[in-house]
């Protein structure tokens, strides 16, 4: 009996250290497309110049881009099975938002440099299957255009 309630304390232990160590891991869901709104520029400019990511958040209605006074750019965003962030803008989007502005920092780009570090918010990270907030790092990231569809490519 001494054996088998051992047995039991151990195994549960080892259970315990296998899903802790699981739900640290990023979880690839390539059929996992999730819809975002991004405020594009740079933190250091307080949001409102140069490219960057200032802001990432979930979109859950299909309201206007406007929130709470700032406008935002609708993109789809997915994980894919090489553990890389792939973020989709539409051209009609990139017109769309801010007069076209943002517009030259894809248009006939191979690459796109970000300037600083944005953190992902847990909400947005989750949603794309990791339980730790994704960290897009500073340095220039892939662009390739397909039928009116820009598609930013960003290792993990």
Same mark, same amino acid.
């Given at each position: 009996m001494k054996k088998f309630v051992l047995l039991f304390i151990l195994g549960? /232990?080892?259970a315990q250290f296998i899903f802790a160590n699981a739900e640290t891991s990023l979880v690839p869901r390539p059929d996992l497309v999730i819809t975002i709104k991004i405020r594009l520029h740079t933190r250091v400019s307080h949001c409102e110049t140069g490219f960057? %990511?200032?802001? %990432?958040?979930?979109? %859950? $209605?299909?309201?206007?881009?406007? +929130? *709470?006074?700032?406008?935002?750019?609708?993109?789809? @965003? +997915? /994980?894919? *099975?090489?553990?890389?962030?792939? /973020?989709? %803008? $539409?051209? *009609?989007?990139?017109? @769309?938002?801010?007069?076209? *502005?943002m517009l030259k920092y894809f248009e006939s780009k191979k690459s796109i440099k970000v300037t600083e570090n944005y953190e992902l918010s847990s909400e947005v990270s989750k949603a794309l299957g990791s339980p730790t907030p994704l960290v897009i790092k500073e340095g220039n990231y892939n662009i390739d255009y397909n039928l009116g569809i820009y598609i930013m490519t960003i290792p993990l």
């Open positions: 549960l /232990i080892s960057g %990511f200032c802001r %990432f958040i979930m979109q %859950f $209605t299909l309201e206007d881009n406007k +929130s *709470s006074g700032e406008e935002l750019i609708s993109a789809k @965003a +997915s /994980i894919n *099975s090489q553990n890389q962030l792939i /973020i989709k %803008f $539409t051209e *009609s989007d990139l017109k @769309a938002y801010e007069n076209g *502005s």
